[in-house]
């Protein structure tokens, strides 16, 4: 049997996404039970010149929203970053989570050979779809996501593997 194009993409992608969510509960109950101004935590980075906690739980959900709507060959509702608080970063992550969920199988199957072109930064990549996939779009989803997870972990925010892997 082989893997779909779909399933090797709408089922991690929302996984890691629900994951982050529920790390955003975490990090917004221990910021209240420490009393902690969230914003701290929300404008957190592991190095200066790196992006903040929001700013990269809004890539995490840019990159999953538009990469696979880019890869279904259609466009995704548009969102502001404006994100302040814990309760809107989540909000954002189901806002993009019911956008994948509308994404049906038949538009990403078979998308494997697909040509994908990504303007980026005065440039334009070229990529199939596999590849768009397996190379551009996981892994950056999972870079953002884990960089999300390590600015609460290295807060104080108790978090171990399985808050970021989520339930098998």
Same mark, same amino acid.
């Given at each position: 049997?082989? +893997?779909?194009? !779909?399933?090797?993409?709408?089922?991690? =992608?929302?996984?890691? $996404? @629900?994951?982050?969510?529920?790390?955003?509960?975490?990090?917004?109950?221990?910021?209240?039970?420490? *009393?902690?101004?969230?914003?701290?935590?929300?404008?957190?980075?592991?190095?200066?010149?790196?992006?903040?906690?929001? @700013?990269?739980?809004?890539?995490?959900?840019?990159?999953?929203? /538009? *990469?696979?709507?880019?890869?279904?060959?259609?466009?995704?509702?548009?969102?502001?970053?404006?994100?302040?608080?814990?309760?809107?970063?989540?909000?954002?992550?189901?806002?993009?989570?019911? !956008? $994948?969920?509308? $994404?049906?199988?038949?538009?990403?199957?078979?998308?494997?050979? /697909?040509?994908?072109?990504?303007?980026?930064?005065?440039?334009?990549?070229?990529?199939?779809?596999?590849?768009? +996939?397996?190379?551009? =779009? +996981?892994?950056?989803?999972?870079?953002? =996501?884990?960089?999300?997870?390590?600015? +609460?972990?290295?807060? *104080?925010?108790?978090?171990?593997? @399985?808050?970021?892997?989520?339930?098998?």
């Amino acid at each position: 049997m082989s +893997l779909s194009m !779909y399933e090797a993409a709408i089922p991690p =992608v929302a996984r890691s $996404l @629900r994951n982050l969510s529920a790390i955003l509960a975490k990090a917004a109950a221990h910021a209240e039970a420490r *009393g902690i101004e969230p914003a701290v935590l929300l404008q957190a980075r592991l190095y200066p010149d790196m992006f903040p906690l929001v @700013r990269q739980v809004q890539i995490a959900t840019d990159i999953a929203r /538009r *990469g696979l709507a880019r890869l279904a060959g259609g466009e995704c509702p548009a969102m502001e970053d404006n994100e302040t608080d814990f309760e809107e970063l989540i909000r954002r992550i189901e806002a993009t989570l019911t !956008y $994948l969920d509308s $994404l049906a199988p038949e538009q990403i199957d078979g998308t494997e050979s /697909r040509p994908i072109e990504l303007p980026i930064r005065g440039e334009t990549l070229h990529f199939n779809g596999q590849s768009f +996939l397996l190379f551009f =779009v +996981l892994p950056n989803v999972y870079f953002h =996501v884990t960089t999300a997870y390590d600015i +609460l972990r290295h807060n *104080g925010v108790e978090l171990g593997k @399985r808050d970021f892997l989520g339930e098998p």
